[in-house]
């Protein structure tokens, strides 16, 4: 238990700490204040309910993802990379414990700025909804974020290419804002066509990707050890 807190204490340290990963709280912070400005000066104001609601859950899932993916990238496989994360299995822990320990700490500090961002929205809009249902997207969309910082920390590990891993991150996310950003108006005149509620959309889709990322998590977790980290290489390339 105390090795347990040891790793936590000592993965907070160093991401508060890594210059990549404080510009892009950075970064993530101007975005939280400038979307809370704009809604503080009614910018949406012609805009529908559930543009809103789905640009806080893009932005939500967009700014989590952009600051784990930073702490993934220079905390499990710089490790990896400078087998500092061999040394840390020889002094007796087990790479499990190291997981979840990197998993736990990632996710809070990366869920901060988008509960700022929840908070701050749903005071100076108006949903017109039920708050349970808001708050139900906001519950759901953080666990789910759990379970896929969990899996790429794993599916990091397991990687022989860390640049190829490190690009397919990065372009995934960005992907995802830049589509659903661009593309909103479309989705959402498209939902109102077939007559398809967003809240339930949202809270369906966190669940799939929940059961998804936390059954491949919990699988592929039991079936990692010290030995297969060991003697799993990886190379920048």
């Known amino acids: 238990m105390r090795n347990n807190m040891n790793i936590?204490?000592?993965?907070?340290?160093?991401?508060?700490?890594?210059k990549d990963i404080i510009l892009n709280i950075i970064v993530c912070m101007i975005i939280v204040l400038g979307f809370s400005f704009l809604l503080y000066k009614n910018v949406f104001e012609s805009k529908s309910t559930s543009y809103v609601l789905l640009m806080l859950y893009v932005l939500i899932v967009g700014l989590t993802q952009i600051t784990?993916?930073?702490?993934?990238?220079?905390?499990?496989?710089?490790?990896?990379?400078n087998k500092r994360i061999?040394?840390?299995?020889?002094s007796g822990i087990n790479i499990k414990n190291i997981i979840r320990?990197?998993?736990?700490?990632?996710?809070?500090?990366?869920?901060?700025?988008?509960?700022?961002?929840?908070?701050?929205t749903y005071y100076l809009y108006d949903f017109k909804k039920d708050f349970k249902w808001i708050v139900g997207i906001y519950i759901s969309t953080v666990i789910?974020?759990?379970?896929?910082?969990?899996?790429?920390?794993?599916?990091?590990?397991?990687?022989?290419?860390?640049?190829?891993?490190?690009?397919?991150?990065?372009?995934?996310?960005?992907?995802f804002i830049y589509i659903v950003g661009s593309f909103s108006n479309k989705i959402l005149n498209l939902l109102d066509k077939y007559d398809v509620n967003l809240i339930y959309l949202i809270v369906g889709i966190n669940i799939i990707l929940l059961l998804t990322f936390g059954i491949f998590s919990?699988?592929?977790?039991?079936?990692?050890?010290?030995?297969?980290?060991?003697?799993?290489e990886g190379t920048w390339s």
Not at 8 to 18: I, M, T, V
Not at 107 to 117: A, D, G, K, Q, V
């Open 218 to 232: 919990i699988i592929n977790l039991a079936r990692i050890n010290n030995e297969s980290i060991i003697n799993k």
């Open 144 to 175: 789910m974020l759990y379970f896929e910082i969990l899996f790429l920390n794993i599916f990091s590990l397991s990687r022989k290419n860390f640049k190829f891993f490190k690009n397919l991150v990065f372009f995934g996310t960005t992907l």
């Open 68 to 81: 784990a993916n930073s702490m993934i990238i220079n905390l499990t496989v710089k490790d990896k990379l």
């Open 101 to 120: 320990a990197y998993t736990i700490e990632m996710w809070r500090i990366s869920s901060i700025l988008p509960f700022f961002l929840f908070f701050f």
């Open 86 to 90: 061999e040394f840390i299995i020889a």
């Open 8 to 18: 936590n204490k000592a993965c907070r340290y160093y991401l508060f700490r890594d």
